[in-house]
């Protein structure tokens, strides 16, 4: 069975401080996608890591991915309040149609307290 | 942003009942997607289309069906809700190996 897991599942963090969000998968995918969604909202593309060792970085946020490792990390500099939201990381993989279906993770729910 | 709508934006139905609801893209984007989205689930595929008349099922299809007979619309069916039915819909789409674009959602509540 295909699987993406994000761990954790929850965090709450103060103001100021770093933290990393990691998604494991059990595919073999070389892809990996971030998206931010908040809270009664739709979700929001953050990043495409298309490749083995791919880092991107977007203000606060950092995302790379280990291919070999099936780990993506989402890393937050200096947390702010408005990095609240809930993060998923998701894999593509081939379906029979020949097109790619879309797994995601469960999300990481991300507080950022002042 | 990829101009993706969905619609009826919030619904309330009846046990038994069959509800349609409709993902509208102007993007001419090939490929479309319906998910639901339930606590600690994350979001779990239903269907999928990857052309006009083309669909297949994803993970969580029973109980659901699908159309697709125009490149800009993909209607999901549920032909005779049921509680466990109660979810946040939300459709996506894209047109290539990229990431996809999400709709608003669509708030369900089978009563």
């Known amino acids: 069975e295909l699987k993406v897991e994000q761990n954790p599942l929850f965090l709450s963090m103060q103001e100021g401080k770093n933290y990393t969000i990691y998604c494991n998968y059990s595919?073999?995918?070389?892809?990996l996608y971030w998206y931010r969604q908040d809270p009664g909202k739709s979700l929001e593309s953050l990043f495409v890591l298309l490749s083995n060792g791919a880092v991107k970085q977007e203000g606060r946020l950092m995302a790379s991915l280990d291919t070999k490792a099936r780990l993506s990390t989402l890393h937050i500099t200096a947390a702010v309040h408005d990095l609240s939201a809930t993060y998923f990381c998701a894999v593509d993989v081939r379906a029979t149609s020949g097109t790619y279906k879309y797994i995601f993770g469960t999300g990481t729910r991300l507080k950022v307290l002042a | 942003d990829a101009g993706i709508t969905q619609s009826p934006r919030h619904k309330v139905t009846e046990t038994g009942t069959p509800v349609t609801l409709r993902c509208h893209q102007t993007e001419n984007h090939r490929y479309m997607y319906w998910y639901r989205q339930d606590p600690g689930h994350g979001l779990r595929l239903i269907h999928y289309?990857?052309?006009?008349?083309?669909?297949d099922k994803g993970e969580v299809s029973d109980g659901y069906s699908v159309s697709r007979s125009k490149t800009e619309d993909f209607l999901l069916t549920l032909e005779s809700a049921t509680s466990s039915q109660t979810s946040v819909y939300f459709c996506?789409?894209?047109?290539?190996?990229?990431?996809?674009?999400f709709g608003p959602g669509t708030r369900l509540l089978v009563l």
């Open positions: 996506a789409t894209h047109s290539g190996r990229e990431t996809q674009y």
């Open positions: 595919t073999t995918s070389d892809r």
């Open positions: 289309s990857y052309g006009v008349k083309d669909t």
